[in-house]
């Protein structure tokens, strides 16, 4: 009986907000035509009401619902996705007028949740004076100097992990992970963090990490609840950091470059901003590096002759006498050409940044349609690198199309403009060190040759890659043997 009663209660309810809903959503539509007049929208769908597409998003592949929403209206169109009404971009053009030429017109934007969890100083939530200084001192501490300086430790971390893993049935993704937020801790605290404070940040940030991108829920014993508190002990470990650094001699590393830091006036950095600038770099450097990392391994697995290719070239730079122990110096990396063309094209074929968020800041016009106000912007990065007009049979990994350089604008797995990623060499270097152990050293066996891709939210093989890694014997041990 009380199941009966309240039925035209909740429809009633229903009713009404969907009323409410329509209503704004005309109200909205009728002040866009009334401020820009002779302007339309781009074309496209927008779905339910409040919803929009999001549910359509997300039971699809990405990949197949973008590639089918510009087949049906073109490189310009609307949608609603994730509570926001969004013009996307897929063609280099357009990306560029919002990356770089008009950058002004468009602000990076995250949702508040991500903010919260990271920080509200990080710099990739900003833009003007702010973000272009934290942009060079962070791009300086990841400088090529830098990153010679931190090659031996790279070196070192690499072959750890490798070593670690032999005979092993793992989950290549997250291995690479591990390693990836090792190198970043590298180079944001330097050597000379201890042992126990590295396993709390990393447990601490794992946490944290998993909340990042789930539903933002405050209440007790969800994952945003419990990133929430993660982060406010990654927080309190930094501040302590801070305080103890600042008392010794400091090594020349991001959390120093931070802490040394001088507006012309003598301003320093407050230790909020220290602390959410050091939290993103993090956050950036980890799954996207792990991500490409293991796209790499899987291509290389499923190209014998490429493999092959490799092991020749990396053999090649070694110098006589290192034989299969050769650690990379500065000037071996630079001579790795096809090294650098497999790590081009990986980064195109996986497109591990699919898209990037901004939001108009006033009307904009762009090629005769209207871009309202706070309407979300998506330049499509992976429609731009598959796109055959650019990149001929873009379904297939062939390295020897970046024998040249590619077209401006066609080519954006780092982002573009002032808040392209400023780490790019130093992931670009990981990505050289661990090809570079990984074919002159080892072996390896995938176990699951799905095509299939998840999205966590970065895209990765299935399940992460399962794979076995195995030691191969260098010829010197093999000439011992054969003397023994």
């Given at each position: 009986?009380?199941?009966?009663?309240?039925?035209?209660?909740?429809?009633?309810?229903?009713?009404?907000?969907?009323?409410?809903?329509?209503?704004?959503?005309?109200?909205?539509?009728?002040?866009?035509?009334?401020?820009?007049?002779?302007?339309?929208?781009?074309?496209?769908?927008?779905?339910?009401?409040?919803?929009?597409?999001?549910?359509?998003?997300?039971?699809?592949?990405?990949?197949?619902?973008?590639?089918?929403?510009?087949?049906?209206?073109?490189?310009?169109?609307?949608?609603?996705?994730?509570?926001?009404?969004?013009?996307?971009?897929?063609?280099?053009?357009?990306?560029?007028?919002?990356?770089?030429?008009?950058?002004?017109?468009?602000?990076?934007?995250?949702?508040?949740?991500?903010?919260?969890?990271?920080?509200?100083s990080a710099l990739f939530f900003h833009q003007g004076d702010y973000h272009s200084r934290l942009?060079?001192?962070?791009?300086?501490?990841?400088?090529?100097?830098?990153?010679?300086?931190?090659?031996?430790?790279?070196?070192?971390?690499?072959?750890?992990?490798?070593?670690?893993?032999?005979?092993?049935?793992?989950?290549?993704?997250?291995?690479?992970?591990?390693?990836?937020?090792?190198?970043?801790?590298?180079?944001?605290?330097?050597?000379?963090?201890?042992?126990?404070?590295?396993?709390?940040?990393?447990?601490?940030?794992?946490?944290?990490?998993?909340?990042?991108?789930?539903?933002?829920?405050?209440?007790?014993?969800?994952?945003?609840?419990?990133?929430?508190?993660?982060?406010?002990?990654?927080?309190?470990?930094?501040?302590?950091?801070?305080?103890?650094?600042?008392?010794?001699?400091?090594?020349?590393?991001?959390?120093?470059?931070?802490?040394?830091?001088?507006?012309?006036?003598?301003?320093?950095?407050?230790?909020?901003?220290?602390?959410?600038?050091?939290?993103?770099?993090?956050?950036?450097?980890?799954?996207?590096?792990?991500?490409?990392?293991?796209?790499?391994?899987?291509?290389?697995?499923?190209?014998?002759?490429?493999?092959?290719?490799?092991?020749?070239?990396?053999?090649?730079?070694?110098?006589?006498?290192?034989?299969?122990?050769?650690?990379?110096?500065?000037?071996?990396t630079r001579k790795l050409k096809l090294t650098h063309r497999v790590i081009m094209e990986s980064?195109?074929?996986?497109?591990?940044?699919?898209?990037?968020?901004?939001?108009?800041?006033?009307?904009?016009?762009?090629?005769?349609?209207?871009?309202?106000?706070?309407?979300?912007?998506?330049?499509?990065?992976?429609?731009?690198?598959?796109?055959?007009?650019?990149?001929?049979?873009?379904?297939?990994?062939?390295?020897?199309?970046?024998?040249?350089?590619?077209?401006?604008?066609?080519?954006?797995?780092?982002?573009?403009?002032?808040?392209?990623?400023?780490?790019?060499?130093?992931?670009?270097?990981?990505?050289?060190?661990?090809?570079?152990?990984?074919?002159?050293?080892?072996?390896?066996?995938?176990?699951?040759?799905?095509?299939?891709i998840e999205y966590g939210p970065f895209p990765i093989p299935k399940g992460g890659l399962p794979?076995?890694?195995?030691?191969?014997?260098?010829?010197?041990?093999?000439?011992?043997?054969?003397?023994?």
């Open positions: 009986m009380w199941i009966i009663c309240e039925l035209p209660v909740c429809w009633l309810f229903f009713s009404v907000s969907l009323s409410l809903v329509v209503f704004s959503v005309v109200v909205l539509i009728t002040t866009w035509q009334k401020r820009s007049p002779g302007l339309s929208l781009p074309p496209g769908s927008m779905g339910w009401p409040w919803i929009g597409e999001t549910h359509k998003f997300y039971s699809e592949d990405p990949n197949v619902f973008f590639a089918t929403k510009q087949q049906r209206y073109g490189e310009i169109f609307k949608t609603h996705l994730l509570g926001y009404p969004c013009v996307m971009l897929a063609n280099p053009e357009a990306a560029r007028f919002v990356l770089s030429t008009q950058a002004q017109l468009f602000k990076p934007t995250y949702p508040k949740s991500k903010e919260t969890i990271i920080g509200p942009r060079k001192l962070v791009q300086g501490s990841l400088s090529p100097e830098a990153i010679r300086f931190l090659l031996p430790d790279i070196n070192s971390r690499v072959i750890s992990l490798l070593t670690s893993l032999e005979g092993r049935t793992v989950t290549t993704f997250h291995e690479m992970k591990n390693l990836s937020f090792d190198v970043g801790i590298l180079a944001v605290f330097g050597r000379d963090l201890d042992d126990q404070c590295k396993e709390e940040l990393t447990k601490y940030y794992c946490i944290a990490e998993k909340g990042y991108n789930s539903f933002p829920n405050r209440f007790p014993g969800t994952l945003y609840s419990k990133a929430v508190a993660a982060r406010k002990k990654l927080e309190e470990i930094m501040r302590q950091l801070i305080q103890e650094r600042r008392q010794g001699r400091m090594e020349k590393n991001l959390l120093s470059v931070l802490m040394s830091s001088q507006y012309n006036n003598g301003v320093t950095l407050s230790d909020d901003q220290i602390v959410d600038n050091v939290i993103g770099v993090l956050f950036a450097a980890r799954d996207t590096t792990a991500s490409a990392m293991t796209w790499i391994i899987k291509y290389l697995y499923a190209n014998k002759k490429l493999l092959e290719s490799i092991k020749e070239e990396h053999a090649s730079v070694c110098r006589l006498g290192e034989g299969s122990d050769c650690w990379l110096s500065w000037e071996q980064l195109r074929m996986a497109s591990i940044i699919s898209f990037t968020f901004r939001e108009a800041v006033a009307d904009v016009e762009y090629k005769g349609y209207l871009i309202p106000k706070g309407w979300k912007v998506l330049p499509l990065f992976r429609n731009i690198h598959h796109s055959a007009e650019f990149f001929p049979e873009p379904k297939k990994f062939n390295e020897s199309r970046f024998r040249e350089s590619p077209s401006p604008g066609t080519f954006l797995p780092f982002g573009s403009g002032v808040h392209a990623c400023p780490g790019n060499e130093l992931a670009k270097m990981e990505m050289i060190i661990l090809m570079h152990h990984l074919v002159t050293k080892y072996r390896w066996e995938i176990l699951e040759s799905s095509s299939d794979a076995q890694f195995f030691r191969q014997s260098s010829k010197e041990d093999e000439q011992l043997k054969e003397i023994a």
